[in-house]
């Protein structure tokens, strides 16, 4: 999981949110959940194909939280019903795939409230009413970069907690969105595919270096366009940061040190 990359929408689609954002924003909360939820379903197909566009160009088509299934749906990082005033807007978007948003995310969201944790949960004929304000658990990469909070180790293809002191804020933010929510270390394909991109990009790596040495100039730039538009981001990302750590790896970029701009 990465910072999503910002963006911007054809003037006529983000016109088209803002208004439906504004119209929304005069409405009491109960009724704006309803009203939301009804729009959201009848939503203007072309403008949010227009939506769907720019979201595909931010990550290839892949699904943000994974990496690993092609995204098709749209996923509400704060949840529509919950938050609907931000049912319409842009910086709440990112592109998953159907299990990630479906399955594992869903309207699962977490608030810190003076300390304590609240899950936000509403029971059927319970009182609309909003959450209370609160930091969010889950953390939201429209606006800060996940890996902040997270490190990939390469060779065990694990998602761990940055922060070694476990009751941090980082770390329980870290927790909850890696493993209550998302569930990446505890889906095993996931864990055997981020191990299987780092060996495939490590050979990919050496290959350069190999062509480097032959100043193999065609060659050469196939490559580097393959390692800049890696199946897996998160894990050539992790392994320019990380590389210290692993002296293959550094001996590698020390070879190539063109690769880590």
Not at 23 to 37: H, N, S, T, W
Not at 121 to 134: F, M, N, Q, T
Not at 156 to 179: I, N, P
Request: proline share 6%; hydrophobic share 35%; net charge negative.
């Amino acid at each position: 999981m990465l910072k999503i990359v910002p963006s911007e929408l054809p003037s006529k689609t983000a016109a088209y949110l803002d208004e439906k954002t504004t119209e929304l924003g005069a409405l009491p909360y109960a009724e704006k959940v309803g009203v939301a939820k009804k729009r959201w379903e009848n939503k203007h197909t072309s403008h949010f194909n227009e939506v769907r566009k720019v979201l595909k160009k931010v990550y290839a088509e892949r699904c943000h939280y994974c990496e690993d299934s092609i995204a098709d749906e749209i996923e509400h990082i704060w949840p529509k019903s919950f938050y609907p005033e931000l049912a319409f807007c842009w910086q709440n978007y990112l592109f998953s795939c159907g299990p990630c948003n479906g399955t594992y995310k869903n309207d699962r969201f977490a608030l810190l409230v003076a300390g304590k944790r609240v899950d936000l949960v509403r029971k059927r004929d319970e009182d609309i009413l909003p959450p209370p304000p609160g930091i969010s658990l889950f953390i939201d990469s429209r606006q800060e970069n996940p890996m902040d909070y997270l490190e990939l180790d390469l060779e065990s293809g694990m998602f761990l907690e940055r922060d070694l002191d476990v009751d941090s804020l980082a770390a329980q933010r870290a927790r909850y969105t890696v493993e209550e929510v998302l569930q990446l270390n505890r889906r095993d394909s996931l864990v055997r595919r981020r191990k299987r991109e780092y060996k495939s990009l490590l050979g990919c790596l050496k290959d350069y270096i190999e062509l480097k040495k032959e100043q193999n100039v065609e060659q050469l730039e196939r490559l580097r366009a393959e390692l800049a538009d890696p199946l897996m981001p998160t894990v050539w990302q992790e392994m320019i940061r990380s590389r210290d750590a692993y002296p293959e790896l550094r001996e590698c970029f020390e070879q190539a040190p063109e690769l880590l701009e």
